[in-house]
């Protein structure tokens, strides 16, 4: 593996996007677009980052505004100054086009996990014409906070006298419930993870954090409900085939049940989709170390099968 560092203004107007190129040994066969989650960065998925080059795949991957090491680098973790959930697609296409300037020629897939795969589905949606597949995992779908939040007239009026106030007591109306089935946790964040050395993991990380300004989860509502309206799967350009993965004791995916409702979404629109629900396994399936290889080897396999046809 080798690994280039990339920077490139974000389209906020105000940040700089940190990002990263991660190349096999050998001449690729397809870019990955790796998209990460709320409140993390894209080197959390350094194992699979591995496993996509081991298989012969360039990965593209950056960290959010707000998130990671630019929002580290740039003193405004948790702060994103996005405007709105747009600005967060557009810094991804910009990525896009720097990997396609490096890779013109070869099959681009897209990658997201939690609210990467809402990022991802809604990139889809608006630029997705040259995907050659998109592949989801913590499907985020029937979330019932982030219901409740959209049409939270508070939670508009908070947001619109001031965007940039801490957060406070929001995300964890976005965040209600997620431990409801879990029977004794250890902590609010259980719901992340089976294993508790990976919910601790994730608490550790310096770059890791829940404690933002109001305007991020209000973009992570208002993005949630473009994905879920009705709107949504028809602008996903039909010929995208889709793989979809959840644990089926993930909150944010109604428990398996958002999983199938987004995969009839698209394949009511004409997306071919293939689904697979870990059984007993809660959000960060692609961490759990007794099943990580098993997620990663079968995003892999759906790739493979892509290119195979």
């Known amino acids: 593996m080798s690994i280039k560092e990339i920077s490139f203004a974000s ?11 991660y190349s096999p040994l050998e001449e690729p066969k397809g870019v990955i677009q790796l998209i990460h989650g709320y409140g993390e960065h894209s080197r959390r998925y350094l194992h699979m980052i591995g496993k996509f080059n081991q298989a012969g795949f360039v990965v593209y991957a950056d960290d959010h505004l707000g998130h990671g090491k630019t929002g580290y680098d740039g003193g405004t973790l948790g702060d994103p100054h996005s405007g709105g959930y747009m600005t967060y697609l557009k810094d991804e296409k910009q990525l896009h086009d720097i990997a396609k300037q490096d890779y013109p020629n070869i099959p681009y897939f897209v990658f997201g996990h939690s609210w990467g795969s809402m990022l991802a589905r809604a990139y889809a949606a608006h630029y997705g014409d040259d995907i050659a597949g998109l592949l989801l995992c913590g499907i985020c779908s029937q979330w019932k906070g982030c219901e409740l939040a959209y049409e939270n007239e508070e939670f508009h009026a908070a947001y619109k006298a001031d965007p940039y106030q801490p957060a406070g007591e929001w995300f964890g109306k976005v965040f209600s419930g ?18 508790p050395r990976i919910v601790a993991d994730h608490a550790g990380d310096m770059f890791n954090t829940f404690d933002t300004t109001i305007e991020l989860p209000w973009d992570f509502v208002q993005l949630y409900h473009f994905i879920e309206s009705d709107e949504w799967a028809p602008m996903v350009p039909p010929n995208i085939p889709v793989y979809l993965i959840a644990g089926d004791q993930d909150p944010c995916g109604n428990y398996g049940e958002g999983l199938y409702h987004v995969a009839n979404l698209l394949a009511n629109s004409g997306n071919k989709t293939q689904v697979k629900a870990y059984s007993g396994y809660r959000h960060e399936i692609h961490n759990e170390l007794d099943i990580r290889d098993e997620v990663e080897d079968g995003l892999i396999q759906f790739m493979d099968d892509v290119l195979a046809k």
């Open 178 to 195: 997620m431990t409801d089935r879990i029977e004794h946790p250890n902590s609010p964040s259980d719901w992340i993870a089976n294993d």
């Open 11 to 21: 389209a906020n107007g105000r940040d700089t996007i940190k990002a990263w190129a």
